[in-house]
């Protein structure tokens, strides 16, 4: 049977018939990639609701003290507290590992580059942070002059100074990829003992 427009009856239940695949093939395509695009977006939202959760600690611990008048208060006293094996030195208690960021490291590409810089800014000084806290722990540290000590501790002031700043960069832009408001964003609290350490400051 020919149809009026010259198309064979066979010809054209075979078009309708690879018409009716293609569509099921599209749909289930759109159906997987709807799938896969829901799967990314609450990995996304777990993501940086644990990175949320862990930065949020440590800008806590490090803004609960005061940064520059504990720094020179420990200076003026290794300064004048002798050399040698009863030198003084100051305590600096552990930082925390960043078992969450270690956690969802595999993770961080599915976040937004303006997102990924700061969190990954943050926690490369986070890193350097605790490193030197380990070292001054040494007895090649303990060894040092108090002047020299002294310097070691102004680098440590620096980076405790630095962290934070970061801490909060981070903070905000997380607050913002989860959903929030600048405003809401920047409204963590603050112990009020650093209040000339803001995130707008240098590096």
């Given at each position: ?65 005061a940064i520059k008048e504990n720094a020179k208060k420990q200076q ?26 270690d956690a969802v490291s595999g993770s961080i590409p599915v976040l ?89 400051g240098d590096t």
């Open positions: 049977v020919v149809y009026a427009d010259g198309i064979d009856i066979r010809l054209r239940q075979g078009i309708l018939a690879g018409l009716i695949i293609v569509s099921g093939w599209l749909a289930a395509f759109l159906f997987q990639e709807e799938r896969k695009q829901r799967d990314r977006d609450n990995q996304r939202v777990d993501t940086l609701t644990a990175l949320q959760s862990e930065i949020y600690n440590i800008f806590n611990k490090i803004d609960n003290q003026a006293l290794m300064l004048n507290g002798g050399f040698g094996p009863l030198a003084y030195t100051p305590f600096s208690t552990s930082e925390s590992a960043p078992i969450v960021f937004r580059p303006d997102t990924i810089r700061p969190v990954v800014r943050f926690y490369a000084e986070y890193i350097d942070l605790r490193t030197m806290i380990e070292d001054m722990r040494l007895d090649e540290f303990h060894a040092l002059s108090p002047e020299r000590r002294v310097a070691v501790h102004r680098e440590l002031t620096r980076r405790r100074i630095v962290t934070l700043r970061w801490s909060m960069r981070a903070l905000v832009a997380v607050n913002v990829a989860l959903g929030m408001t600048r405003a809401e964003a920047l409204n963590f609290k603050r112990s009020g003992l650093n209040p000339d350490i803001s995130p707008e």
